[in-house]
Protein backbone atom coordinates (compact mmCIF):
# COMPACT_ATOMS: atom_id res chain seq x y z
CA UNK A 1 0.00 0.00 0.00
CA UNK A 2 1.07 3.38 -1.00
CA UNK A 3 2.20 6.17 1.54
CA UNK A 4 -1.02 8.58 -0.05
CA UNK A 5 -2.95 5.55 0.01
CA UNK A 6 -2.36 5.06 3.32
CA UNK A 7 -2.48 7.86 5.17
CA UNK A 8 -5.81 8.69 3.26
CA UNK A 9 -7.66 5.48 3.90
CA UNK A 10 -10.76 5.89 6.40
CA UNK A 11 -9.29 3.23 8.66
CA UNK A 12 -5.95 2.69 9.95
CA UNK A 13 -4.83 -0.51 10.47
CA UNK A 14 -2.19 -1.04 13.63
CA UNK A 15 -0.56 -2.66 10.88
CA UNK A 16 -0.42 0.69 8.61
CA UNK A 17 -0.13 3.00 11.93
CA UNK A 18 3.30 1.26 12.86
CA UNK A 19 4.67 1.24 8.91
CA UNK A 20 3.66 5.25 9.32
CA UNK A 21 5.37 5.40 12.68
CA UNK A 22 8.30 3.75 11.62
CA UNK A 23 8.51 5.78 8.71
CA UNK A 24 8.07 9.02 10.61
CA UNK A 25 11.15 8.30 13.30
CA UNK A 26 13.76 7.27 10.19
CA UNK A 27 13.28 10.99 8.73
CA UNK A 28 13.56 12.58 11.96
CA UNK A 29 16.96 9.82 12.90
CA UNK A 30 17.93 11.11 9.13
CA UNK A 31 17.42 15.01 9.74
CA UNK A 32 19.40 14.11 13.03
CA UNK A 33 22.16 12.47 11.48
CA UNK A 34 22.27 15.15 8.87
CA UNK A 35 22.72 17.76 11.88
CA UNK A 36 19.46 19.22 10.73
CA UNK A 37 17.73 20.20 13.64
CA UNK A 38 14.88 22.50 12.24
CA UNK A 39 13.71 19.68 10.49
CA UNK A 40 14.14 17.53 12.93
CA UNK A 41 11.78 19.34 14.99
CA UNK A 42 9.32 19.70 12.15
CA UNK A 43 8.95 16.04 11.86
CA UNK A 44 8.36 15.70 15.57
CA UNK A 45 5.74 18.28 15.78
CA UNK A 46 3.78 16.50 13.39
CA UNK A 47 4.41 13.01 14.08
CA UNK A 48 2.62 14.17 17.30
CA UNK A 49 0.12 15.78 15.53
CA UNK A 50 -0.35 12.26 13.91
CA UNK A 51 -0.03 10.71 16.97
CA UNK A 52 -3.40 12.46 18.23
CA UNK A 53 -4.77 12.04 14.75
CA UNK A 54 -4.41 8.28 14.45
CA UNK A 55 -5.68 7.43 18.20
CA UNK A 56 -8.69 9.73 18.18
CA UNK A 57 -12.37 8.53 17.60
CA UNK A 58 -12.64 9.02 13.93
CA UNK A 59 -16.82 8.79 14.62
CA UNK A 60 -16.60 12.22 16.06
CA UNK A 61 -15.42 14.23 12.58
CA UNK A 62 -14.71 17.71 12.76
CA UNK A 63 -17.51 20.13 11.37
CA UNK A 64 -17.14 23.51 9.88
CA UNK A 65 -20.86 24.66 8.99
CA UNK A 66 -22.67 21.69 9.10
CA UNK A 67 -19.67 19.94 6.83
CA UNK A 68 -17.22 17.51 7.83
CA UNK A 69 -13.31 17.79 7.56
CA UNK A 70 -11.51 14.89 6.75
CA UNK A 71 -8.77 13.54 8.84
CA UNK A 72 -6.24 15.02 5.88
CA UNK A 73 -7.70 18.54 6.13
CA UNK A 74 -7.89 18.67 9.91
CA UNK A 75 -3.89 17.28 9.81
CA UNK A 76 -3.29 19.95 7.35
CA UNK A 77 -5.10 22.38 9.47
CA UNK A 78 -3.19 21.64 12.74
CA UNK A 79 0.15 22.18 11.03
CA UNK A 80 -0.73 25.58 9.38
CA UNK A 81 -0.31 27.55 12.86
CA UNK A 82 3.64 26.65 13.01
CA UNK A 83 4.51 29.34 10.68
CA UNK A 84 7.91 28.23 10.21
CA UNK A 85 6.77 25.04 8.19
CA UNK A 86 6.21 25.99 4.29
CA UNK A 87 4.20 23.42 2.26
CA UNK A 88 6.83 21.57 1.49
CA UNK A 89 7.60 20.89 4.90
CA UNK A 90 4.21 20.47 5.57
CA UNK A 91 3.49 17.71 3.02
CA UNK A 92 6.93 15.80 4.12
CA UNK A 93 5.68 15.95 7.42
CA UNK A 94 2.67 14.43 6.82
CA UNK A 95 3.89 12.12 4.16
CA UNK A 96 2.68 13.31 1.04
CA UNK A 97 3.29 15.20 -2.25
CA UNK A 98 3.50 19.33 -2.42
CA UNK A 99 0.60 18.72 -4.86
CA UNK A 100 -1.86 16.52 -2.45
CA UNK A 101 -1.06 18.90 0.48
CA UNK A 102 -2.45 21.99 -1.77
CA UNK A 103 -5.06 19.94 -2.82
CA UNK A 104 -6.05 19.25 0.93
CA UNK A 105 -5.66 23.33 1.88
CA UNK A 106 -7.61 23.96 -0.96
CA UNK A 107 -10.48 22.29 -0.07
CA UNK A 108 -10.28 22.79 3.36
CA UNK A 109 -9.87 26.73 2.80
CA UNK A 110 -13.27 26.26 0.99
CA UNK A 111 -14.83 24.70 3.71
CA UNK A 112 -13.50 26.99 6.01
CA UNK A 113 -14.57 29.97 3.64
CA UNK A 114 -10.74 31.20 3.89
CA UNK A 115 -8.74 32.64 1.27
CA UNK A 116 -5.48 32.57 3.12
CA UNK A 117 -3.02 30.41 6.04
CA UNK A 118 -3.87 33.29 8.20
CA UNK A 119 -7.72 33.78 7.56
CA UNK A 120 -7.87 29.88 7.60
CA UNK A 121 -6.18 29.40 11.18
CA UNK A 122 -9.06 32.19 12.45
CA UNK A 123 -11.58 31.06 11.44
CA UNK A 124 -10.40 27.42 12.36
CA UNK A 125 -9.98 29.02 16.16
CA UNK A 126 -13.72 30.76 16.03
CA UNK A 127 -15.01 27.12 14.88
CA UNK A 128 -13.12 25.73 17.58
CA UNK A 129 -10.40 23.46 15.30
CA UNK A 130 -7.51 24.69 16.96
CA UNK A 131 -6.79 26.40 20.08
CA UNK A 132 -6.19 30.03 20.66
CA UNK A 133 -2.73 31.23 21.32
CA UNK A 134 -1.82 32.00 25.20
CA UNK A 135 -1.89 35.58 25.74
CA UNK A 136 0.62 36.58 28.15
CA UNK A 137 0.09 39.75 30.12
CA UNK A 138 3.34 41.21 31.45
CA UNK A 139 2.96 42.65 35.31
CA UNK A 140 3.46 46.37 35.84
CA UNK A 141 6.87 46.90 37.04
CA UNK A 142 7.47 48.34 39.72
CA UNK A 143 9.42 51.66 39.48
CA UNK A 144 12.42 51.06 41.85
CA UNK A 145 12.74 54.51 42.93
CA UNK A 146 9.15 54.64 43.85
CA UNK A 147 9.39 51.34 46.02
CA UNK A 148 12.82 52.65 47.59
CA UNK A 149 11.38 56.03 48.63
CA UNK A 150 8.38 54.43 50.08
CA UNK A 151 10.06 52.24 52.01
Known amino acids: MGSEQMLTADVLTDEDVSESVNRRLEMIEMALHDGDLVAAQHHLRSTRLWLVDAAGDSTSPSMVGGVALTGQEMASLRLLPDGSMS ?3 MARAMGVTRNTLKTHLKSLYLKLGAHCRAEAIDRARENGLLRRPLT ?11 SVLSA
Not at 136 to 146: Q, S, T, Y
Open 87 to 89: QKD
Open 136 to 146: IVPRPALNRVD
